[in-house]
């Protein structure tokens, strides 16, 4: 009986090969997919991506393939992307790249030196990655296959992140590979992967194990034969259903498969013991060096004659242990052979192997591809107990980890380092740091990461380890990080970090860095004594002026600015704000730039003047990305940016700044910013996600300590949530929570909104003590913007209900200029109007308040303005929906589609198969056509959408 090599029939994977193929055409309608094929390890996934790779490329589609590398979390960043760019240019040439070689050179070193860190940032590096797929996809649609995810570094998870959750680009399918049995409790990729379940055009396929029908039909066509049921038993028993043990079992030469071991060990390794002793000893060292490895490394390595080493190769190659890869190298034709090949080693005979790995590369850095060698030399000095070695290794990699903005891999290396420093004499001597330095920067790279819980911890141990009155300066900068991760925890007010730092640089010297800090101690005394933070922050502004420092002079004033921001009036405050950007720009002081403007655009939209502030805002967030504070200034800058787009009706292009805002993953409470603005626009929109983004914003108000603006924004979403679910008790719940929140009348920004939702509350229960708690917080709020008066009248006009209020109200906010709220005192007034018996007014207010909610996409809205015409006996507002003034549809060209398909009576299985989208996809295309058009069935929907004329091909 002859058995064959591998398996050439897929058995039992059609349907999954099915849904590869569906999520393929899904692209050409341009919908962005992500399919995730989990499975573990031997199960047939790659097996699988391979038929689907023939299958895709035979119908036209350009497939490239890239592969994490076994090197674990302090791995190569990006290795899957930059493998599957590398075979893009050996195929098409360094010209698909358009002249950005040196840019791209970060992912492939062979293209150049890359540009110097000032010169880009990680989120470019993104934008160009998304750019070129983007370009490439034009013609075509590309697959995008990224293997053994399992095995990615951060960094490669965050760039797969940006693409399925922010580029979503729409030609592209990637294809991501992982194994389910890699991923233990604290493994990262599985919070990585649930955040992507929750992302439109993300589909998750677990691959199963074979059943015993399946074991049966595979063992028939390796063995060339039907196997006795007996033998099909044992063998399914064996493997399980796993694909490659049934193969290994097939292979074993045994034709009743009754010899193999039952340990999968022993079944791995039955195939190597029957190599030659110097081929064992060959793989051996393969198997040390990674899952791919290259001739002249193993060469190396091995330490045999030219002709010996070829020889063992060829047995190898022969036995299908390894195979030969695209790039001339080999590369393991399971991971579990190299696994079990690996493991099998003696100690003594592991840590050598991986000591001459390390003795290698570091010989011949070549020898691995570009970029490869600090990473691969950590991790073999580190597996080989090399602690010396290792220490100073991992501290390399840490740094070339930094300088290609792989924070995350710089924060696991330093811990490496960290780890060793005990177990290695002279530890500090052999790096040239201190314990004390190493665990500033390790918990700065933590910082950076997004990891501010172990950040906190670091910092805790190194003030732990600190003589503060020996060294006064460090401690009060460690305390004022401290605070800071406290604050941004919401764990404390960072109340005595600020003192005992205030405390110690009363005794320091003056310098740039403690006027900085205490600046920075005045900052945090702003959460429990105003007063003492503005003294405290005038103190810096003059010491910075005596040290003559530009830089420092600058932000001291922008610190001053914004703490003084609620104590002058606005337009004084912006003045020095003006002033200090200026400064700032004339110095290129690119970070003091970026806070200025943070402040200058929220002091813009306190006055009313939308454009500019987010004019302001947008000049600020490339300054942010430059100087690598993009998750920090720069996130308020893009919310500051995008609360100024809501104000102008420019919901689209807000949303879209807020989602850039969100993939930059800002840690604890700086999240809010983003989420409180996106989570109001998803309910005022009617969007799916809205509630449990809702929900996630809110969350925060249980933390320990919260700053007050983010208090009362909270509390003012949480009743609209409420409102928009229809859920009057807990609205007004939510509206006596907020009201009882302390010092409403000292931060009118905030308070005015929360009392115009807590006025809604009240009005929809039609709560009389709710109404008299309103207006008694109401008289004790100053008004002091436009929007204040705005917001004023309409608590007046919400709570009165009457028409003259409700004009006043709208006169306020076509003064303003803020488009949502105004439809919003339109429905008030049409409601009153009606109630009052002006039929000619309130048709008035009610097309008005139609046509600029369906420019908004403000679907909620529409259907409450459509309503309310029904009852009046006018057209349908879905007319405004389906023409708004400014031209806008709130229509989709998509959801066209399927209005036409469900107007000709199509079900949602046939929309599904005409359009190439899952009938789920269908079903919630039909909902939202629904819900905008603000009709009750998709009866009424295919009706209204022939009365207006939206099916028309025009």
């Known amino acids: 009986m002859t058995a064959y090599s591998s398996s050439e029939v897929l058995v039992g994977r059609e349907a999954d090969l099915a849904a590869l193929k569906d999520a393929l055409k899904r692209t050409r309608s341009a919908e962005p997919s992500t399919v995730l094929v989990g499975g573990e390890a031997g199960v047939g996934k790659t097996r699988l991506v391979e038929e689907f790779r023939r299958a895709a490329e035979a119908d036209g589609a350009r497939v490239l393939t890239g592969q994490a590398l076994e090197l674990g979390e302090e791995g190569l960043p990006f290795a899957p992307f930059a493998a599957a760019l590398r075979e893009l240019v050996q195929a098409d040439g360094p010209a698909v790249l358009r002249g950005r070689e040196r840019d791209f050179a970060r992912l492939l070193p062979e293209l150049g030196a890359p540009p110097d860190a000032v010169e880009a940032h990680r989120g470019y590096l993104f934008d160009l990655v998304a750019a070129l797929f983007a370009r490439l996809s034009e013609d075509r649609s590309v697959v995008l296959v990224l293997e053994d995810l399992h095995w990615a570094d951060r960094s490669t998870r965050d760039l797969i992140g940006f693409l399925v959750r922010s580029a979503r680009l729409p030609h592209v399918l990637l294809l991501i590979t992982y194994r389910t049995d890699e991923l233990h409790r604290g493994h990262p990729l599985r919070p990585f992967l649930a955040e992507l379940d929750r992302v439109r055009g993300v589909q998750r396929l677990e691959l199963d194990r074979l059943d015993r029908d399946g074991t049966a039909a595979m063992l028939t066509h390796l063995l060339g034969a039907e196997p006795e049921p007996r033998t099909a038993d044992s063998v399914h028993e064996r493997a399980q259903g796993n694909p490659f043990f049934i193969e290994q079992f097939a292979l074993s030469g045994d034709p009743d498969c009754s010899d193999i071991p039952h340990s999968l060990r022993d079944l791995l390794l039955s195939r190597v013991d029957q190599l030659s002793e110097v081929a064992q000893r060959v793989l051996r060292v393969a198997a040390v060096g990674g899952t791919r490895f290259g001739h002249e490394l193993l060469a190396r390595v091995a330490g045999l004659a030219d002709a010996e080493l070829e020889s063992a190769l060829r047995a190898v190659v022969a036995a299908q242990l390894i195979v030969v890869d695209t790039d001339g ?74 300088r290609r903005y792989a924070y995350a891999e710089q924060a696991r290396l330093l811990e490496r380092v960290l780890e060793l420093w005990e177990q290695v004499p002279d530890a500090g001597g052999r790096l040239g740091v201190d314990h004390l330095d190493l665990l500033e920067e390790t918990a700065l790279s933590a910082i950076q990461a997004g990891d501010h819980k172990r950040a906190l911890k670091l910092t805790r141990a190194a003030l732990a380890d600190l003589d503060a009155d020996a060294e006064p300066l460090r401690a009060a900068r460690l305390l004022v990080r401290r605070g800071k991760l406290l604050s941004n925890k919401g764990a404390s007010n960072g109340e005595a970090e600020a003192r005992e730092a205030h405390r110690l640089l009363k005794t320091v010297p003056n310098s740039s860095e403690r006027v900085m800090l205490l600046a920075d101690v005045a900052q945090a005394y702003c959460a429990v004594d105003l007063d003492e933070a503005g003294r405290i922050a005038e103190e810096a502004m003059g010491l910075a002026v005596e040290l003559g420092d530009v830089a420092t002079e600058v932000s001291t004033m922008i610190t001053y600015g914004r703490i003084c921001a609620g104590r002058i009036p606005t337009e004084e405050s912006l003045e020095a704000m003006f002033r200090a950007a200026e400064r700032a720009r004339a110095a290129d002081d690119l970070p003091n730039l970026a806070r200025a403007l943070v402040n200058a655009s929220d002091g813009l939209f306190r006055l009313g003047r939308y454009e500019e502030s987010a004019a302001g805002a947008a000049e600020g967030v490339p300054h942010a990305d430059r100087v690598g504070v993009s998750r920090t200034t720069g996130v308020f800058l893009m919310a500051n940016h995008a609360e100024a787009l809501i104000a102008l009706g420019r919901w689209d292009a807000a949303d879209a700044r807020l989602a850039e805002a969100a993939r930059k993953d800002p840690p604890g409470t700086l999240a809010l910013p983003w989420m409180r603005l996106r ?44 409102l928009h679910a229809g859920d009057h008790p807990a609205a007004v719940a939510a509206a006596g929570a907020g009201l009882a929140e302390p010092d409403l009348d000292a931060l009118p920004r905030y308070a005015w909104p929360l009392l115009a939702a807590a006025a809604e509350a009240a009005d929809r229960a039609g709560d009389p003590e709710l109404t008299a708690r309103v207006r008694e917080s109401a008289a004790t709020v100053p008004v002091r913007r436009p929007a204040d008066r705005a917001y004023e009248a309409h608590v007046r006009a919400c709570l009165d209900r009457d028409p003259d209020a409700w004009r006043a109200a709208v006169t306020a906010w076509r003064a303003d200029g803020q488009r949502y709220p105004l439809a919003v005192a339109l429905r008030g007034l049409a409601e009153t109007a009606a109630g009052a018996g002006d039929r000619a007014t309130a048709a008035g207010a009610v097309e008005e308040a139609a046509a600029i909610a ?16 029904q009852r009046l006996g006018l057209r349908s507002a879905a007319a405004a929906v389906a023409a708004a003034p400014d031209g806008t549809e709130v229509l989709t060209a998509r959801e066209r589609e399927v209005l036409r398909l469900v107007a000709e009576g199509h079900s949602n299985g046939r929309i599904a198969e005409r359009l190439y989208i899952s009938p789920k996809t269908a079903s919630v295309h039909v909902s939202r056509i629904i819900a905008k058009l603000g009709v009750a069935n998709r009866v009424e929907a295919a009706a209204v959408a022939h009365r207006l004329g939206l099916l028309d091909e025009s």
């Open 329 to 402: 190298g080999y590369e393991f034709r399971h991971a579990l052979v190299r696994e079990a090949v690996h493991d099998d080693l003696l100690p003594g005979e592991h840590a050598r192997m991986h000591s001459r790995y390390a003795g290698a590369i570091e010989a011949g850095p070549e020898l691995v591809a570009m970029g490869r060698a600090p990473a691969e030399i950590a991790h073999h000095w580190y597996a080989a107990h090399d602690r010396p070695r290792a220490l100073v290794a991992a501290k390399q990699a840490a740094d070339h980890a930094c």
């Open 679 to 722: 989570a109001r626009l998803r309910l005022a929109r009617g969007h799916e996600g809205a509630q449990a983004l809702a929900e996630r914003a809110v969350a925060f108000l249980g933390r320990p300590y919260l700053n007050q603006d983010n208090r009362l924004s909270l509390h003012e979403l949480r009743i609209l949530a409420a």
């Open 854 to 869: 369906g420019a908004l996409g403000a679907a909620p809205l529409v259907a409450q303005m459509d309503t309310l015409a």
